[in-house]
């Protein structure tokens, strides 16, 4: 029934297993404090999930439950995140001038934005470990997903809230019943005070960028190939902030071919903006650090994450696919926001980074098949609109 096998560090690849992680308040590497990474048992996977009605059934989040850490399908908490559309249009096409633009409009989710995919898994396995409360720190979109499970779940929940946080989106929290902790600082400190808190109350449960998060998302790139008729765009173009996203995306596409439902593997483009963009730089310098940006400014707040937890993996997820890295400026990033609402897809400015990639690196984009994330609701945050 579950197939995790275990985690492995990012960093040092230090083997952790699952027992080991699940009872920590932090799961990172005991070793060095990094991210970890899944691993499954792929050849049990491929024995159970090999059949004809896995291929037909409708793309959703929890289609790919065997692919995701949770031991008791009974017990999940779910509210119909996942199987949003993945949009096709001439326009967006004619304008790249590559192949097929298609777009994965991930603002179709519960909350407005792929953070649920993250949050059904967390609550879930809140839930299985009885706690009673959650506790995270977001730049806004996560703390309402998580806000919005917790309260479905039963459970209470704390947000630590960096000062740059638009005001839509702390309503957003606060209508769901989240106790807000507004922090004088940006997103890695409201990090910290996060992690002290679920260190010194263990009936919490931490959420946010931590290995569970980043195996829920992943399934966005698995529904990515299945809506394709399990074929496989040539590239895929997705926001970095923390990298929990690029990293979950290139976890699908490494986890399908793994178990043979695809064949081949995309080139993943990362995309910051020019006020953060630690992973870009890395990436240009062949560097294997991420250099922290302190307190970065940007229309994009949801992607201002200047110490990103994932950004070895998204380093990696360029890297490993012959993808790139591409930094935009605020002012592109708007013009590719309201370019994408005048063609009928409104997403807030941090959604619309991943198009404003794709605009920047056209060229190399002819005849390919490219999808680019369009991440969260344009209702969140309405940057410059009249
Ligand atoms: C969280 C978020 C991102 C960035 O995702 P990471 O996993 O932090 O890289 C991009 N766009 C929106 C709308 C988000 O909510």
Redesign the pocket.
């Known amino acids: 029934m579950v197939y995790v096998t275990g985690f492995r560090c990012f960093k040092c690849g230090t083997h952790h297993l699952p027992q080991e992680i699940e009872n920590k308040p932090i799961p990172r590497c005991s070793v060095c404090n990094s991210g970890l990474d899944a691993e499954y048992d792929y050849g049990s996977i491929r024995k159970s999930l090999l059949r004809d009605p896995f291929m037909r059934e409708s793309p959703t989040h929890w289609k790919y439950w065997a692919f995701l850490p949770v031991r008791d399908l009974s017990h999940i908490i779910t509210m119909g995140e996942g199987g949003t559309p993945l949009l096709e249009s001439n326009s967006l096409t004619r304008d790249i001038g590559c192949g097929r633009m298609l777009v994965k409009y991930e603002a179709m989710n519960p909350t407005g934005?792929f953070?649920d995919r993250g949050s059904s898994l967390e609550i879930t396995k809140a839930m299985e470990y009885g706690k009673k409360r959650v506790v995270l720190a977001s730049t806004g979109?996560?703390g309402a997903s998580v806000a919005a499970y917790a309260a479905f779940a039963g459970l209470d929940c704390i947000v630590f809230v960096p000062n740059i946080v638009g005001s839509a989106k702390i309503k957003q929290i606060k209508a769901y019943g989240a106790d807000i902790r507004f922090v004088n600082g940006d997103y890695s400190h409201a990090m910290k005070e996060a992690e002290n808190y679920v260190i010194s109350h263990l009936d919490s449960f931490l959420t946010g960028?931590y290995p569970w998060r980043g195996e829920g998302t992943k399934t966005v790139g698995m529904e990515i190939a299945d809506q394709l008729y399990w074929t496989v765009p040539d590239v895929v173009i997705a926001?970095?902030?923390?990298?929990?996203?690029?990293w979950g995306i290139f976890e699908a596409f490494r986890d399908m071919y793994a178990v043979g439902v695809i064949e081949r593997k995309p080139a993943i483009f990362g995309v910051q903006v020019d006020a953060c963009r630690p992973v870009v730089d890395a990436w240009e310098k062949g560097a294997s650090e991420i250099i922290a940006v302190e307190d970065p400014q940007t229309v994009a707040t949801?992607?201002a994450?200047g110490d990103p937890i994932d950004g070895l993996g998204a380093l990696r997820a360029v890297r490993e696919t012959g993808g790139q890295g591409v930094s935009v400026s605020d002012g592109e990033v708007i013009q590719a926001r309201d370019f994408l609402a005048e063609n009928g897809i409104f997403v807030?400015p941090?959604?619309a980074v991943a198009y404003a990639g794709a605009r920047r690196v056209k060229d190399g984009l002819d005849d390919k098949t490219v999808v680019c994330m369009a991440?969260?609701h344009g209702l969140k945050d309405m940057y410059g609109i009249e």
């Open positions: 934005s953070k979109n996560m960028d926001p970095v902030g923390n990298g929990t996203l690029i949801a992607i994450c807030e941090s959604g991440t969260g």
